[in-house]
């Protein structure tokens, strides 16, 4: 079992960032693949981004490529997601997610295993 414990989110103004965090504990943390996703209110989850278990690549959507930046800290089990420039379309609540070494698609929550209880991010303008 992976336990995962995401932490940082709050509340900003638009074009303001936030980092959030997701501590894992349980496995041998570099094995897994991370992933982060989210879901506002009245909406499915989506994919947010995605960083493999060696750390060499990373995934992103469309819509935070070039504002969010996701990376890992192996020797701290900890998973990073700076988001600059928010929106208010960033407005929801974030996931982290691990899986052992890698999923099927890294954007699809499906493959997954491993899930936090969520942090909310409220972007307000």
């Known amino acids: 079992q992976v336990q995962l414990v995401e932490s940082g989110g709050g509340r900003v103004q638009v074009g303001g960032s936030l980092s959030l965090s997701c501590a894992a504990s349980?496995?041998?943390?570099?094995?897994?693949?991370m992933a982060w996703f989210r879901q506002a209110p009245g909406k499915e989850r989506e994919f947010v981004a995605a960083l493999s278990w060696w750390g060499g690549t990373t995934v992103y959507a469309d819509s935070v490529k070039g504002r969010f930046t996701t990376s890992r800290d192996n020797a701290k089990n900890t998973v990073y997601l700076q988001m600059n420039r928010l929106r208010p379309d960033d407005t929801a609540v974030y996931y982290c997610?691990?899986?052992?070494?890698?999923?099927?698609?890294?954007?699809?929550?499906?493959?997954?295993?491993?899930w936090g209880q969520g942090t909310q991010v409220t972007v307000s303008s």
């Open positions: 997610a691990a899986v052992y070494k890698s999923p099927s698609s890294y954007s699809d929550a499906v493959g997954y295993d491993y």
């Open positions: 349980g496995r041998t943390f570099s094995n897994y693949a």
